[in-house]
């Protein structure tokens, strides 16, 4: 039966109902759509366009301009889209490398203190991330890692491991025990018994907290801004800034929503592919 | 060849001790049925076997080597699970090949050990599925297979009916009675229900309290249970249980109910309880020795006064009070009966159990305070 034969069928309030949800539901997503369809449109519109009034959303006259325009903007939109993309590699795969075993570790099995660690890992979650900045431009100093893509690295991935250990102890903690213990009787050693047993069981949750990694370092900013100094090593976001504030502070807003463009895609389209992993994996361990 | 042995086996938590000393000879090939209430520490014995929990106490023999410090996956033992624990985003195909990988087995080999093993459990149409896309008793027969297919020592099952409907319970119960038969392996099977465990076991120990509280062939416990415990838990319905005193009376020996009914025990039987004369027992009957008014020796006829009938087809499940007691009795479905009405019944005194009121032991069969 077809959506529309089962709205059919239904009594005369219901269906009213069922249309204004849906009505209020297309405004909704209207209103969260607009900011982004706004930008990609104006980054297509040529430069003399932007500031037209009265506002247009489309324009008749296609252009490439304002990207060509964003090539120019320190050392061209491609060496930060690179750098970025590199801290997001980076930061997702050893956010990765060390939240599954962790995840594991707090999942499956029992250690001395072990409630007492977890709650100190959860702990640091409450740490605002701008308090501790200073420090750790000193430890980064020290390590010989400042104004270094790697360190830069390592601090986002410091700052996701609190949530991603516990998303991926929930994630664990949803798989039934007996699939392990079942494993066990069948011969499995520990390594076995996580990779091809455990992990494509939790990788809703392994999607989850690649996506916060990937989000949260792409788009990061002040932490970019503080422990990079070289203009070849900054990040998209801080590309935006120089467009935004370029000379004498004249803000080049075709360029800039071409630098939108750019930095925002990647995020939908991983969003869009991980999204249903994503959902699962939040949910996961709510409801045995 | 495969003996299972259990000595003096132990496992507490903190204070709490689940088992409290089992001792236990399997026989290769032999069917043991491990049954009990819940918390009896039944399935904690067969995981210790298993490895799955490690032992507070004694020792595990698995053909003469002891298995303690054995990880679950070096014992060779197989476990069929209750919700079955198949690998949900493999085929049944990788299920049951996944133990054979862990063994190193060639890939020749582990195809033939897998048709073999779909063939026998009639499961080949479905090995390119996934357990998601199967039905509960076909997932039985894919846990099965996951287990038959590495041939092990011992086969352990830990309540694997208790998910299936009625129906298809005693549908797997032949099924696994029918493999058995098929490939003789040592096997301890776990559960709760004794109609389970009468049909399948070679043996069966009933435990409570972290102890075997008897064990033997099924009719053995049946006839005769050791322990007021073991006579209500085996048998379905369940033995009727009444106060009552043991009293002396010329030659005879009878058995007094609380409103002052007496029950004459058979002068066969009589030599054995004559020594506890006087005594406040339990009298134990099963329901099946309660029949409609019979004139045989040994059998003692008695007024019923009837509450409530539950026809089951063949026969009918009748409710009736004696002196204060509800006591059910199995009549054949023949016998006009209605809620309300005076039935003449007959006891069958030759089936009848006398339990120590303190101990709890059987007066007949009990084992030594």
Known sequence: ?288 | MARLELRNVTKSYGIYEAVRGIDLNIKDKEFVVFVGPSGCGKSTTLRMIAGLEHISGGEIVIDDQVVNRLGPGKRDIAMVFQNYALYPHMTVRDNIAFCLEQQRLSKGEIDKRIAQAAETLHITELLERRPGQLSGGQRQRVAMGRAIVRDPKVFLFDEPLSNLDAKLRVKMRTEIKRLHNLLPTTTVYVTHDQIEAMTMADRVVVMNKGLVEQQGVPQQLYFNPVSKFVAGFIGSPSMNFLPAKLVTEGTGLFVELKDGTRLAIPEARRSRFASAGGKDVTFGIRPEAISGSQERPGWVPFHANVELVEPLGSTNMVYFNVAGDICCASLDSEIPVTAGAMLPVSINMNQMHLFDLETEHSLLCGKAA
């Open chain 1, 1 to 288: 039966m077809t959506h529309a034969n089962v709205a059919a069928g239904r009594p005369f309030s219901e269906r009213i109902g069922h249309v204004t949800f849906l009505l209020v539901s297309l405004l909704l997503a209207i209103i969260f759509l607009m900011p982004i369809v706004w930008s990609v449109a104006n980054s297509f519109k040529p430069a003399a366009e932007a500031l037209a009034n009265p506002v247009a959303l489309f324009s008749k006259a296609f252009s490439l301009e304002n990207y060509r325009r964003l090539e120019d903007v320190g050392a061209g939109w491609q060496i930060y889209a690179m750098n970025s993309l590199l801290i997001a590699a980076g930061t997702i795969i050893l956010t990765i490398l060390v939240s599954v075993p962790a995840g594991y570790g707090f999942s499956k099995f029992r250690f001395p203190g072990q409630s007492l660690i977890f709650v100190l890992v959860m702990a640091t979650m409450m740490i605002p991330f701008q308090s501790i900045l200073t420090p750790l431009f000193l430890i980064l100093k020290f390590l010989g890692l400042q104004n270094s893509l790697f360190g830069l690295v390592l601090v986002y991935t410091t700052f996701q491991l609190p949530f991603s250990i516990f998303m991926m102890r929930n994630a664990f903690d949803a798989i039934p025990a007996a699939l392990v213990e079942a494993a066990r009787i069948d011969g499995a050693s520990q390594w076995t018994l996580l990779r091809r047993i455990l992990m494509p069981l939790a990788l809703p949750g392994v999607a989850t907290v690649a996506m916060f990694a990937f989000l949260n370092s792409w788009n990061e900013f002040l932490a970019a801004l503080i422990f990079i100094s070289d203009q070849n090593k900054f990040t998209l976001p801080i590309m935006l800034v120089n467009v935004s504030s370029g000379i004498y502070g004249i803000i080049d807003w075709g360029a800039l929503q071409a630098g939108i463009t750019v930095t925002m895609i990647p995020c939908i389209l991983l969003f869009l592919a991980l999204q249903r992993y994503y959902v699962r994996g939040l949910t996961a361990g709510a409801v045995k």
